[in-house]
């Protein structure tokens, strides 16, 4: 993990992991240009994304956020927002008492303890992503675009042409099963869930009754007819927008 601030450190913090396939730089120049308050953001490159390492589980890559929040003094935390992958690290900081997290944001999380079905789904999609990008770069770039709107496309293709079988599925793996536990009221009180219709994580949560089981105070917010992380994609102003007033709403 390779990890970026922005700002003023006496500002709120916020700390903004990544989805997948999108470095922090990358994220919060997409994030940052519709903020209107002032922040201190911390935005990490995941392992095998930008300036970081290997990557080789959620839990390595909070173990290297933790360590370096708290030997900084960063544990008072505004926000704690995670989407797709981010979320899968985030989920190790959200449930560590030795932060004080006022508000936390998860897009696209697979919150079950093992999601083998959507595992071998992502795998079986990203490896042959793999070999397309290697031989056809740019009609999958084009699909991507097409997919995700032009950043997050381009993005999603120079990834897929730097990322090895085994960087693919440890990043997939770190989406699909982590260690789940009934939250606190105070938890489930500043947690807010986001999902796309038609993604199938939101499928496999409600399967597995994860919100009845764990958290039944919170109440997602589904967005209609959009896909995985397509609120960010094709709405950002709209999401950044409603991701601020969630912020500083008391």
């Known amino acids: ?87 899968a690290t985030g989920w190790h900081i959200f449930n560590d008492s030795s932060f004080n997290i006022e508000k936390t944001w998860f897009d696209g999380v697979g919150l079950a303890e093992s999601n083998p079905f959507i595992e071998w789904i992502m795998k079986r999609v990203f490896h042959k992503k793999k070999k397309d990008v290697e031989r056809k770069y740019e009609t999958v770039e084009a699909g991507l675009i097409k997919e995700y709107r032009e950043t997050i496309g381009k993005y999603m293709t120079d990834c897929l042409a730097k990322f090895d079988k085994k960087r693919i599925d440890a990043l997939c793996e770190a989406c699909c099963r982590f260690e789940l536990k009934p939250l606190s009221d105070k938890q489930q009180e500043s947690l807010h869930l986001d999902y796309g219709e038609n993604e199938l994580n939101l499928r496999i949560i409600n399967k597995a009754k994860t919100i009845e089981k764990y958290m039944p105070k919170v109440r997602p917010v589904v967005r209609k007819g959009l896909p995985h992380c397509g609120y960010i994609a094709f709405h950002l102003k709209e999401y950044v927008d409603e991701l601020e007033e969630f912020t500083l709403k008391s």
């Open 1 to 87: 993990m390779y990890i970026r601030e922005y700002g003023d450190p006496r500002n709120p913090v916020v700390i903004l992991l990544a989805p997948l396939f999108l470095t922090g730089k990358q994220f919060y120049e997409m994030i940052h240009q519709y903020l209107r308050g002032d922040y201190f953001i911390i935005a990490p490159d995941h392992g095998g994304h930008g300036k970081s390492g290997e990557y080789i589980s959620s839990k390595d890559e909070y173990e290297q956020l933790k360590k370096y929040l708290t030997e900084k003094g960063y544990t008072d935390i505004k926000l704690l927002y995670g989407a797709s992958l981010g979320a």
